[in-house]
């Protein structure tokens, strides 16, 4: 390092600066290590609406595409920019413990958690784990005269310990820095001179989301090929445990234990449940949740999310935009909680006893049966489905039924205006939820200070008046981000034993006896690969319907599977694409199967319906990953 002084970086929206100095035997050649000059940057962040949800392994939080965080033997570059997207923790740190070292390979980084690594299996029991401070550091670079520097130093230069997600090969990883800066904030009527620079570091880093998650993890061991307690221990927890969320990790023993466990589970101690599993485990958990008698409270307080750990993880995908593990854990640590729309499916079978919830999907048809049945052939990996969908169309497989539907929206263009309305409804809503934490932040921040009451008073009236103004209400009496869901919201609007209702449509049997595919869902992505409902939307209050004719000639379904990578199936004239309320499907064979959000369900008439608003999730931006059906 060249410089001889400490440099300073300026964050544009503040003047929060940050500083480093390179002289040799200073306190300061920690920080100057880092990098000449290095910025925080409001410019993250997880808000790069091009990325693609197949490209995790570039640098796809930063904002832009250009910074990246090499590893130059552990040394940030110069002119380093760390996204507040990016920053995890930060905290201030004294003259002893002044330091530079990889948070994850530190022997005493509180990073690590208690966890015994010895390998030994801890199946079935709940592993707490929580943030440790550190007691001592390794790489701690002292002397004499930095420590004078440092007690000379002027009130308004603090040292702080920065700690953020640093892209590593293909992943992310926790990584520490040491800062020293120069914070001088603005007056304003709602913070003191002086005030505190970590607690705005951490605002502006939190932007929009929850932080100290309180987060019980279900991993599935046989998800992912067996791959999935090793994923979850390795590129998840980390990052969790240096955002400070607090973990407690379950393990499912057999199939159907999620179910056991999301029923039986102690919801006042959490407010996040993540999967670290494929989908279904989520699928699992949300019907756990429903059988409870206190349900309405449990989808009250809790956020359902994934770390996708499974061979499908189309949530993941759908909600974090990545099926990355590590990205994908970094997201539902900076996400936004959403409310998504269920769907509740009814069959003769359970019905009586208790309708199912499913968050994704219900297939019936050709994917039903290619995905169960080519079970035996796993080994081949994704190749082995798209082998058995080729082969079904070539032998121009048939399956039969009766379907009835309630429309919201059944030509392509009714479909189409359909979703450009309620997508700009979804994003007014999502700076709804912005405004509306960022006036949380403001609120705890006085409370902390102990503003006088008249200033709260002021305060209280005129936040009341600015959401009336600023936040038009496109859900009628509920605020779309304060909403709390009721019984009523449970209800079943169409019993299954009530018959089918006199407004819904029955579909033409001409092409419901010649069905190929039918395939109905609520997330844009059925798998990594696969952008089955392009046009679906997290709480439009509708399902996705998609359906093909087995009589479809070779030629013409080629373009159509060739399609389901971009979405653009939908548009080829002999599929059917509709947004539906509800469906019953009357299946008219003696064998085969229907598949819920990939589970299988049996050959029975199933009836679904949509129920809106019902589960919070975690969600990227607040919003799915974006299909690009609007230029489509
Ligand atoms: N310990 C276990 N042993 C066997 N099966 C389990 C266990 N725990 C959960 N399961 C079942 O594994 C199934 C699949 O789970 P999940 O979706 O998490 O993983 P996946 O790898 O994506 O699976 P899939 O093979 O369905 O793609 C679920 O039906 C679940 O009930």
Same mark, same amino acid.
């Given at each position: 390092m060249a410089d001889k002084r400490s440099s300073t970086s300026i964050d544009n929206n503040s003047r929060t600066s940050f500083q480093s100095n390179s002289d040799k035997n200073s306190i300061f050649e920690t920080a100057s290590l880092i990098s000449c000059v290095t910025c925080l940057s409001d410019t993250d962040t997880i808000d790069r609406?091009?990325?693609?949800?197949?490209?995790?392994?570039?640098? #796809?939080l930063s904002g832009d595409p250009e910074v990246h965080y090499p590893s130059v033997n552990g040394q940030l570059p110069a002119n380093t920019v760390i996204p507040y997207g990016r920053i995890l923790d930060a905290r201030y740190i004294d003259n002893e413990s002044l330091h530079y070292h990889d948070a994850v390979s530190s022997s005493t980084s509180p990073l690590k958690s208690p966890f015994n690594n010895s390998g030994q299996e801890n199946v079935g029991d709940i592993d707490t784990f929580q943030w440790q401070e550190r007691k001592s550091n390794s790489l701690s670079r002292?002397? &004499?005269?930095?420590? $004078?520097?440092? @007690?000379?130093?002027?009130?308004?230069?603090?040292?702080?310990?920065?700690? =953020?997600?640093?892209?590593?090969?293909?992943?992310?990883?926790?990584?520490?820095?040491?800062? *020293? +800066? #120069?914070?001088k904030p603005h007056p304003s009527p709602h913070m003191k001179e002086d005030e505190d620079l970590i607690e705005e570091i951490l605002k502006r880093s939190y932007k929009n989301t929850k932080r100290n998650k309180?987060?019980?993890?279900?991993?599935?061991?046989?998800?992912? !090929?067996? !791959?999935? !307690?090793?994923? =979850?221990?390795?590129?998840?927890? /980390?990052?969790?445990?240096? $955002?400070?969320?607090?973990?407690?990790?379950v393990y499912t023993k057999y199939p159907g234990h999620a179910v056991e466990i999301a029923r039986e589970m102690n919801?006042?101690?959490?407010?996040? +449940?993540?999967?670290? @599993?494929?989908?279904?485990?989520?699928? %699992?958990?949300?019907?756990?949740?429903?059988?409870?008698?206190?349900h309405v409270k449990a989808f009250n307080k809790l956020a359902i999310t994934q770390i996708p750990?499974?061979?499908?993880?189309?949530? $993941?995908?759908?909600?974090?935009?990545t099926n990355n593990p590590s990205y994908s854990t970094l997201c539902l640590i900076k996400s936004v909680e959403t409310r998504i729309d269920l769907m509740c499916c009814s069959q003769p079978s359970y019905a009586r006893e208790h309708p199912k919830i499913s968050f994704l999907s219900q297939t019936y048809g050709l994917i039903a049966e290619t995905d169960i049945n080519t079970e035996f052939i796993r080994w081949m990996g994704p190749a082995r489905f798209e082998l058995g969908v080729a082969f079904n169309i070539i032998q121009k497989k048939r399956y039969p039924c009766e379907i009835y539907v309630k429309y919201a929206a059944k030509s392509k263009n009714e479909l189409k205006t359909h979703y450009l309305e309620y997508k700009s409804k979804g994003s007014l809503e999502y700076q709804h939820i912005a405004m509306k934490k960022h006036k949380e932040d403001r609120n705890n921040y006085n409370y902390d200070n102990e503003y006088d009451t008249e200033t709260e008073d002021e305060d209280e009236n005129e936040d009341e008046g600015e959401e009336e103004e600023d936040c038009p209400n496109f859900y009628g009496s509920v605020n779309p981000s304060t909403d709390q869901i009721t019984e009523e919201d449970f209800k079943i609007k169409f019993p299954l034993d009530e018959g089918v209702p006199s407004d819904w449509e029955r579909l033409d049997p001409n092409i419901s006896s010649n069905l190929g595919i039918f395939y109905t869902g609520k997330m844009p992505y059925v798998a990594a690969d696969t952008k089955f409902f392009p046009a679906a939307l997290p709480s439009d209050g509708t399902i996705d319907m998609v359906i093909t004719d087995a009589r479809t000639s070779l030629t013409r379904m080629a373009p159509i599977l060739l399609g389901l990578d971009k979405g653009s199936h939908v *548009?080829?004239?002999?599929?059917?694409?509709?947004?539906?309320?509800?469906?019953?499907?009357?299946?008219?064979?003696? &064998?085969?199967? =229907?598949?819920? #959000?990939?589970? !299988?369900? /049996? *050959?029975?008439?199933?009836?679904? %319906?949509?129920?809106p608003r019902l589960c919070k999730t975690l969600l990227r931006n607040g919003r799915y990953v974006d299909t690009d059906f609007d230029s489509m």
């Amino acid at each position: 390092m060249a410089d001889k002084r400490s440099s300073t970086s300026i964050d544009n929206n503040s003047r929060t600066s940050f500083q480093s100095n390179s002289d040799k035997n200073s306190i300061f050649e920690t920080a100057s290590l880092i990098s000449c000059v290095t910025c925080l940057s409001d410019t993250d962040t997880i808000d790069r609406s091009e990325t693609s949800t197949m490209d995790t392994s570039r640098d #796809d939080l930063s904002g832009d595409p250009e910074v990246h965080y090499p590893s130059v033997n552990g040394q940030l570059p110069a002119n380093t920019v760390i996204p507040y997207g990016r920053i995890l923790d930060a905290r201030y740190i004294d003259n002893e413990s002044l330091h530079y070292h990889d948070a994850v390979s530190s022997s005493t980084s509180p990073l690590k958690s208690p966890f015994n690594n010895s390998g030994q299996e801890n199946v079935g029991d709940i592993d707490t784990f929580q943030w440790q401070e550190r007691k001592s550091n390794s790489l701690s670079r002292k002397s &004499n005269s930095s420590s $004078s520097i440092i @007690s000379s130093r002027p009130s308004s230069i603090k040292l702080v310990e920065i700690i =953020f997600a640093r892209p590593r090969r293909h992943d992310v990883v926790p990584k520490r820095v040491s800062l *020293l +800066i #120069d914070y001088k904030p603005h007056p304003s009527p709602h913070m003191k001179e002086d005030e505190d620079l970590i607690e705005e570091i951490l605002k502006r880093s939190y932007k929009n989301t929850k932080r100290n998650k309180s987060i019980f993890v279900i991993v599935n061991p046989f998800g992912g !090929k067996g !791959k999935a !307690k090793k994923l =979850f221990m390795t590129k998840a927890k /980390p990052l969790l445990l240096a $955002s400070r969320c607090s973990i407690e990790v379950v393990y499912t023993k057999y199939p159907g234990h999620a179910v056991e466990i999301a029923r039986e589970m102690n919801i006042d101690k959490y407010d996040t +449940i993540v999967c670290a @599993s494929g989908d279904g485990i989520p699928h %699992e958990v949300m019907n756990g949740l429903y059988q409870r008698p206190d349900h309405v409270k449990a989808f009250n307080k809790l956020a359902i999310t994934q770390i996708p750990c499974g061979s499908g993880n189309a949530m $993941s995908v759908s909600c974090h935009w990545t099926n990355n593990p590590s990205y994908s854990t970094l997201c539902l640590i900076k996400s936004v909680e959403t409310r998504i729309d269920l769907m509740c499916c009814s069959q003769p079978s359970y019905a009586r006893e208790h309708p199912k919830i499913s968050f994704l999907s219900q297939t019936y048809g050709l994917i039903a049966e290619t995905d169960i049945n080519t079970e035996f052939i796993r080994w081949m990996g994704p190749a082995r489905f798209e082998l058995g969908v080729a082969f079904n169309i070539i032998q121009k497989k048939r399956y039969p039924c009766e379907i009835y539907v309630k429309y919201a929206a059944k030509s392509k263009n009714e479909l189409k205006t359909h979703y450009l309305e309620y997508k700009s409804k979804g994003s007014l809503e999502y700076q709804h939820i912005a405004m509306k934490k960022h006036k949380e932040d403001r609120n705890n921040y006085n409370y902390d200070n102990e503003y006088d009451t008249e200033t709260e008073d002021e305060d209280e009236n005129e936040d009341e008046g600015e959401e009336e103004e600023d936040c038009p209400n496109f859900y009628g009496s509920v605020n779309p981000s304060t909403d709390q869901i009721t019984e009523e919201d449970f209800k079943i609007k169409f019993p299954l034993d009530e018959g089918v209702p006199s407004d819904w449509e029955r579909l033409d049997p001409n092409i419901s006896s010649n069905l190929g595919i039918f395939y109905t869902g609520k997330m844009p992505y059925v798998a990594a690969d696969t952008k089955f409902f392009p046009a679906a939307l997290p709480s439009d209050g509708t399902i996705d319907m998609v359906i093909t004719d087995a009589r479809t000639s070779l030629t013409r379904m080629a373009p159509i599977l060739l399609g389901l990578d971009k979405g653009s199936h939908v *548009l080829q004239p002999e599929v059917l694409h509709s947004k539906i309320l509800a469906y019953k499907i009357v299946p008219m064979l003696a &064998n085969g199967l =229907f598949s819920v #959000d990939g589970e !299988k369900f /049996p *050959l029975e008439p199933l009836q679904v %319906e949509v129920m809106p608003r019902l589960c919070k999730t975690l969600l990227r931006n607040g919003r799915y990953v974006d299909t690009d059906f609007d230029s489509m």
